[in-house]
C-alpha cells in the first residue's frame, strides 16, 4: 500500500514558479512510475509529466521546456518544478504512482495562476 500526499500549490502570478512535492509512505518507491496530472474544472484530466524508475521522463507539450518532473528515491519523493506559469496551467495536480499492477493517488494540491 502507497499513500501520497502532495504539497506546495497555491497562488502566483503569470510568470511565476511553483515546485509541487509528493511525499510516498510504503515500499519500493524506486521501482514505481510516477506521473503528475493536472484536472482544471469542467476539464478532463490530463497528464503532464512522467517519470520512470531509470529517470526517463515525459511532458505534456504545453509545458515543455517549463516544467521539471524528479524524483528522490531516498527520500520517497517526487517533484514537479513549474516555471513561467500561466494562467491555463491553473488546476489541481495530482501525484500518481504506478507499479506491481497497481495505481495510486494522492488528494491533489490547487494551482491558481492570476493576477
Known amino acids: 500500500q502507497v499513500q501520497l500526499v502532495e504539497s506546495g500549490g497555491g497562488l502566483v502570478q503569470p510568470g511565476g514558479s511553483l515546485r509541487l512535492s509528493c511525499a510516498a509512505s510504503g515500499s519500493f518507491f524506486s521501482r514505481y512510475f510516477i506521473n503528475w496530472y493536472r484536472q482544471a474544472p469542467g476539464k478532463q484530466r490530463e497528464l503532464v509529466a512522467s517519470i520512470a524508475s531509470g529517470g526517463i521522463t515525459n511532458y505534456l507539450d504545453s509545458v515543455k521546456g517549463r516544467f521539471i518532473i524528479s524524483r528522490d528515491d531516498a527520500k520517497k519523493k517526487a517533484y514537479l518544478q513549474m516555471n513561467s506559469l500561466q494562467p491555463e496551467d491553473t488546476a489541481v495536480y495530482l501525484c500518481?504512482?504506478?507499479?506491481?499492477?497497481?495505481?495510486?493517488w494522492g488528494q491533489g494540491t490547487q494551482v491558481t495562476v492570476s493576477s
Open positions: 500518481n504512482v504506478v507499479g506491481f499492477n497497481k495505481s495510486y
